[in-house]
């Protein structure tokens, strides 16, 4: 079936998309940049690179990150890392569902054969 994907971009041109936002929720299940960077198959620095742009973009940050410790450092979604989060899940419903009848319309003209992507 055809689906969205949505990428919000803010009036300054930066943005979050569905890898940011299964980035922060793989943080928040975690409590690791590391480890949810690992769950993703992506590198640290990716991930830390993202997470720098997601804070960069927001007078809130939407991760920090503990440091040493006991335990190691670790790092956890702010108050706004879990709205920004919930915000963009909630408008990815929402434009599913609003956008349902003309996918389904749409998929029924597609090629059932993978073509190359433009």
């Known amino acids: 079936?055809?689906?969205l994907k949505?990428?919000?971009?803010?009036?300054?041109?930066?943005?979050?998309g569905p890898g940011k936002a299964a980035l922060l929720e793989s943080i928040q299940s975690s409590g690791s940049i590391s480890a949810a960077a690992r769950a993703m198959g992506?590198?640290?620095k990716r991930a830390w690179l993202l997470l720098d742009s997601l804070n960069s973009a927001f007078?809130?940050?939407a991760v920090?990150?503990?440091?040493?410790?006991?335990?190691?450092?670790?790092?956890?979604?702010?108050?706004?890392?879990?709205?920004?989060?919930a915000r963009y899940r909630r408008?990815?419903?929402?434009?599913?569902?609003?956008a349902?009848?003309?996918l389904d319309a749409l998929e029924r003209h597609a090629k059932r054969e993978v073509s190359s992507k433009v």
């Open 6 to 16: 949505i990428t919000l971009v803010t009036d300054a041109g930066n943005r979050i």
């Open 59 to 61: 007078t809130t940050p």
């Open 100 to 102: 349902a009848a003309d």
């Open 64 to 85: 920090i990150r503990n440091t040493g410790g006991h335990g190691g450092g670790g790092a956890v979604l702010t108050e706004f890392g879990v709205e920004l989060v």
């Open 1 to 3: 079936m055809a689906s």
């Open 91 to 98: 408008l990815e419903s929402q434009a599913r569902m609003l």
């Open 42 to 44: 992506m590198d640290y």
